[in-house]
């Protein structure tokens, strides 16, 4: 079954640091682009980070220089630094057009989403 599981997530002060992994259930043999989103309480979901299976990256504005993504085999991580209030959010990682393997065979996705890891920044 094709799954993507997130952890990571927690309370920091602001200023500091998490870094969250996006977890894919089997072997990663291709995928358009792999996404972290966020979506804050009373607010429309924010596409955060973007990065592709060529390793091409792409960010928000408003994480620009304080927020890495990056992949490693079937992981990626979202590196964030210097923290602020306002990135408070639940953190979803999706993966488009992604074809993993698994142990039933090979499993294709147009759209796989996690379950979400929460981010709490404190003032």
């Known amino acids: 079954q094709a799954q993507l599981v997130e952890s990571g997530g927690g309370l920091v002060q602001s200023g500091g640091s998490l870094r969250l992994s996006c977890a894919a259930s089997?072997?990663?043999?291709?995928?358009?682009?792999i996404n972290w989103y966020r979506q804050a309480p009373g607010k429309q979901r924010e596409l955060v980070a973007t990065i592709t299976f060529a390793g091409n990256t792409n960010y928000a504005d408003s994480v620009k220089g304080r927020f890495t993504i990056s992949r490693d085999k079937s992981t990626v991580h979202l590196q964030m630094n210097s923290l602020e209030t306002a990135d408070t959010a639940a953190y979803y990682c999706?993966?488009?057009?992604?074809?993993?393997?698994?142990?039933?065979?090979?499993?294709?996705?147009?759209?796989?989403w996690g379950q979400g890891t929460q981010v709490t920044v404190s003032s």
């Open positions: 999706n993966a488009d057009q992604i074809l993993l393997g698994t142990i039933g065979g090979p499993v294709h996705k147009d759209d796989l």
């Open positions: 089997g072997t990663i043999f291709m995928f358009n682009a």
